[in-house]
């Protein structure tokens, strides 16, 4: 079932809208459509909606930035995951692969521990997700020598454990009462929290990231290519190796930071969009971007509405992403298609 | 002359793996490099490609030196045929083929009316238009190199340099894939290719380099420097001749 962009993007769109559909008509204040759309043009138009304050405030204050930061944050890590698999010519790696989620986590589980605010743990895990791939790229390119991609693959491993020890650290040493659930609810992934002023530090860096690697993308198929095969077709490697890790670790950390770590979005969708578009990345960023969107928007709406309690976003993500990771390992090594 | 290289000493970082190396390639002239394994044709080739830099000695194309160009610019100088390979992602033959058109393309823009011509007339010479948007890792490694030669045609080069074309094909393919080597010299190309069979030098290349442990050991007209004495001291082991003259073949052992 493979499709043009036109189709793709179009299949890609309807799953975004009836997630936004979906998202605004399930929870404790349903929203129609039809609602939602009066609040949108009176907020435009500057009459009154004739709805009640209590919509709005949902709109506005409560459903509104949890939706808006689930799409970003869905399409930051799906595009950022589509973006690495091509560079490191690996369908089965994801955004983690270079220390970015457990550089970001480390940084925004100190700003917890040292009691800091909102912005000084969005901070802290922005720099820890950055300095993270700076270290594993710069390990990497100094161990030079045989297949640099593997090198980096395997730094990224290492380094990732040494980052998972120091968060396992700090959760030994966190105030058991205060400290320890939080620090755990923010590892476990979740937009619960999310709030209108969370939206703009998450906006910039996602948007930014997104923008380089779609303008990126019509020398991505290249990129794919083993390293010598490339640069024999006049890609300069180096240089957009790099363009394309800084962007997507931008959007990676940007996400982690201001939802915790929701693994597998990063695996799943790019392959999902592959499914409608094919391999080649000029469809395929575009498509796993939107495509993003919808499915994290689709699960969180699911993690904030199928039990009593809110269920951690990236307990669901996992839980859909592991079989898939394992129908994915059984057809390895035959087509990515 | 597309490509002459003089006094080459080729390698990795300090360590040398070959020297002494002279070689000049013209329009039109199909040049095989020949000889056993571990014996610098790789890094040969790698360095005439501009991947590696050499370590003595300078390349110089016909206006200008080949490590002094940029990436893109040597691209379009010189195509590189990589030897088979399965492929990771299936990109359908016209995208592998569209991707010899970077070096020609600039670097955030995709692919103009005048690529997507060039690529579609390559896929025709190379007779793979039924194969066009068939994903490349589902067809045959005959079909497969064919794609990879469409793919440096399609990079507007002088020169071509194949890594073994052959290395990897039933009989059938060897012979479509060096009767195309053939015709990239016909119209002008030159051609670079190096192979593991000395019969396949002596038939298809009009000049041969033959090399071993880093060395040169005879370069000249493909049926001068194919002989039996030249091949028992390539590769250190009694070669049998069959035929005569231009028919001739060896076996070895």
Redesign the interface.
Known sequence: MRQSLGGGLAVASLILIAGIAIAFAIGRYPISLIELGRVLLAKITGEPSALSPAVETVIWQIRGPRVVAAVLVGAGLSVAGAAFQ?LF?N?LVSPDILGASSGAALGAVLGIYFSLGVFGIQGLAFIGGLAAVIAVYGIGSALRGGDTILVLVLTGVVVGSLLGAGIGLIKYLADPYNQLPAITFWLLGSLSATSPSDLLPLLGPVLAGTFVLL??R??M??M???E??A???????GL?RAAVVAAATLATAASVSAAGIIGWVGLVVPHLARFLV???F?RLLPTTAILGGGYLLLIDTLARTMAVVEVPLGILTAVIGTPFFIALLRQAHR??? | MILEARDLTVGYGSHAVGSGFNVAISGGEVLALLGPNGGGKTTLLKTLLGLLPPLEGEIRLSDATLAKLSVRERARHVAYVPQVHSGLFAFSVEELVLMGRSAHTPLLAGPSQLDRDITRATIERLGIRHLAQKPYTQISGGERQLALVARALAQEPRLVIFDEPTASLDFGNQGKVMQEVRRLAADGLGVIFSTHDPNQALRHADRALLLRDGRTLALGRSRDVITQENLRALYGTDILKVGAGGEAAFLPG
Do not use: Y
């Open positions: 091509g010519r369908p303008a990126l019509w020398r198929n290249a794919s290519l083993p010598e095969e640069r024999a077709l006049g890609i300069p490697t957009l094919g391999p080649s000029p087509s990515w298609s």
